[in-house]
């Protein structure tokens, strides 16, 4: 169960019209290595991963969800001002024949969000390593999106989403050690 | 001491339809402790015993499935 607080986790302001940054930023919002797609995924894992790691995993989630929500709160900015003329040039033109301004869960080349995108070998080992993976792969995504972007409060914005994707890594590589260490008390049966 | 195979508790409800598994349990193999293979990492004596091994180096060797639980898979 969630308890919603109705504000973002980081101030998200964008100071220039740019929808094309919208397009962008939208491999964030339903890509492969996405915000959806790792809530999903860590929200999933929970379940069958060593009782140890099931709070992180919650934890991580949890943010994963609220780094959503500024994610479509740079989308919707950009983009709820802007004329079909401008999304057309922006490169969204198809876009907005199919969803008009509304926010839709694809990656920046178009393509709908599938639940391939996440896995879930049930190997708490394989798991972790796939979350380390998404995180890293996540890091470099905002990283790409920064290159792309000269808008200052938005970059700001983004680079506290990709230290946060760092601090991510950092703390499943940790849950593989606790899950590496060795126990005590053997349990034989 | 050092195994091959990590087990858990997960939570039991009362309420819970099938007969729990009340211990669990996770492949924690050699490989992972290695970081990446050393060069010249000693190899079996004979093909026949890293045949059997299903690996060229002892230091790899690990016994799939888990022989603490019966050889059975999916514990």
Redesign the interface.
Known sequence: MWYYEKKLQYPVRVSTCNPMLAKFLIEQYGGADGELAAALRYMNQRYTIPDKVVGLLTDIATEEFSHLEMIATMIYKLTKDATPEMLKEAGLGDYYVNHDRALFYQNAAGAPFTATYIQAKGDPIADLYEDIAAEEKARATYQWIIDLSDDTDLNDSLKFLREREIVHSQRFREAVEILKEDQNQKKVF | ???QY??????ISPFDPCKPIK??S???PPQ??MGFQPPNLPQFATPKEALRAGTLWPALFSAYPNP??GGVKND
Not at chain 2, 6 to 11: E, G, S, V
């Open positions: 001491m050092f195994s990590k087990y858990w508790m997960p939570y211990v669990k996770y492949a924690t992972l402790y603490h639980n």
